[in-house]
């Protein structure tokens, strides 16, 4: 039985479940701890893909945290985290995300503007002299290429690159490129997703100036097949916006071959989402060209927006 | 001119002034930036002695920061920084306390708990590689042994002993607990220092529960010798609580060599202060036997009594 469990964000992605993997082992191995990796819920298709081809099991998914401590990876902020953080102390963060976060006491916070927390605990490895076994470095390997898509998104550093090109050595990935591709083209599979899973596979509650901004985020090699199934996704946005009390929902339908992206917008403050982008909605839909990354692309002009 | 300017908590102690002037070397001699320490106030008695020993100039003192971004050290806290910071971009932050800080976007932070801000920057300049000159080891040799009393403080570290080993044979003191108790007993010449200068010395802000608290710290080799100008210290707390709107104001005289504390209390919350440490105030004076840190004897107990 751990007693620090490890864990990313709500609604995970492959940077969140390779990060809490990499964590726990690098706390277990270096710095003699008993940490368990879980997550706040199932992998997605292209987490799934990165799992099976390193023959990995998924981390246990957890809907409370019942250790006295926990440690926080790709994520600081509560309202993405497990339900009853406010009963549990954080004893550490790795993430690469803006900050807001308050503590009782020092503690571990690392926070770095890297493409992905996978090339943050590379270093952490190499200053702790730690080797990373093979198919945890294919899981961190997938993990910037998740982020970064393939190193395109405007979220990349100079960083990721070289931790990249070292994990997929690691990993035996001989050409990380076509492994690349392979592994984002696998989260595109849409077909077999409902609109449930689409709008929350990948999304992240804001608030922003006091309302409640949910953003969702759908990569996909052709943004009309997303589209095609717009009147479906409007009603399940519809639904959980008045479920779970979000002022506006937006899903960023993101082309991952093009590097540009759709928003669909739900809810209220349409004008201040048109407002943001300098483009005006048409039913709740607008273009954004080469807008790939919510992070440094969408939160910070709806920030922006809603704070003007 | 510099375009970053790096800097510490107001009433700088040792810690605060090293690790500015320790970062900065950092920031522009591994990462090419163009940084500047500087200081939120004039050095104390036992940062002017480390200063002097090395033959180092102390930082320019700032008023308003004139940069757009800044990097903080030793502190994360709004309350304890440039009245400015709202107005600039924090780039970064070193510090090893508890955390209350927001961001718009992603940033260097890194907050580890241990003894001092300086063991920090010694694993990040074997990080960076990069050799730490022989007078900035000793100012963060000095900058360890007074935040951890050395050694003796319980803030101290298993990573504390060997920065300060290593950092004393860099700096070429040949016997870092004789060169220690000289530069702490430099601190405590109190005779020459007013009133004034003793409550603000060390002092910092703290919310409780939405009550405004100030703590003052002085270190001496005899408490009676401060108690010796009680109605005088008492004064300049109460006129400094009402121009500043503090609630309570508590000076913490710690005795160096005995390790243990006596607190002077003025203004409300007398009742609350009495309750965190299982006292009673006579006359808003207690003794707190083996209590020497604000940061882990202090602050946590009156978080709680405050809160409860």
């Known amino acids: 039985m751990a007693d620090l469990l490890v864990f990313g964000h709500k609604s995970p992605d492959t940077d969140t479940i390779a990060s809490a993997m990499a964590t726990a082992y690098l706390l277990n191995n270096a710095y003699n701890l008993n940490s368990e990796a879980v997550a706040l819920g199932e992998p997605n298709a292209e987490t799934a893909f990165a799992l099976k081809h390193f023959d990995l099991a998924a981390p246990r998914v957890i809907q409370k945290a019942d ?4 440690f926080l990876v790709d994520h600081n902020e509560a309202s993405q ?3 009853n953080i406010a009963d549990v102390t954080v004893a550490g963060v ?3 995300h803006k900050i807001n976060f308050q503590s009782a006491a020092p503690l571990w916070f690392i926070n770095k503007p890297l493409g992905s927390v996978a090339t943050i605990l590379y270093g952490e490895f190499q200053q702790a002299g730690l080797d990373i076994p093979a198919n945890l470095a294919g899981m961190l390997a997938s993990a910037i290429i998740s982020d970064t898509l393939l190193l395109k998104s405007p979220t990349t550093t100079p960083m990721d690159q070289p931790a990249l090109a070292a994990l997929a050595k690691l990993a035996g990935i001989e050409d990380y490129e076509a492994y690349g591709l392979e592994l984002l083209k696998a989260g595109t599979d849409l077909s077999s997703r409902t609109a449930q899973d689409l709008i929350d596979g990948d999304a992240k509650t804001f608030e922003l100036n006091g309302q ?5 985020q759908v990569n996909t090699v052709d943004v009309d097949d997303v589209f095609a199934r717009r009147a479906e996704l409007e009603a399940a946005m519809q639904t959980e916006l008045s479920a779970d009390g979000y002022d506006t929902f937006i899903l960023v339908v993101t082309n991952i071959l093009d590097s540009d992206s759709d928003l669909l917008v739900v809810g209220d ?3 201040k989402v048109a407002a943001a982008f300098g483009v005006e909605l048409t039913e709740g839909r607008a273009s954004l060209p080469g807008v790939v990354s919510r992070k440094k692309q969408v939160v910070p002009p709806l920030t922006a927006a809603f704070e003007a």
Chains 1, 2 share one sequence.
């Open 94 to 96: 790795y993430d690469h």
């Open 67 to 70: 250790t006295p401590e926990v």
């Open 269 to 271: 403050n349409q004008d």
């Open 212 to 216: 409640k901004v949910r953003i969702g």
């Open 81 to 83: 985290s497990v339900d």
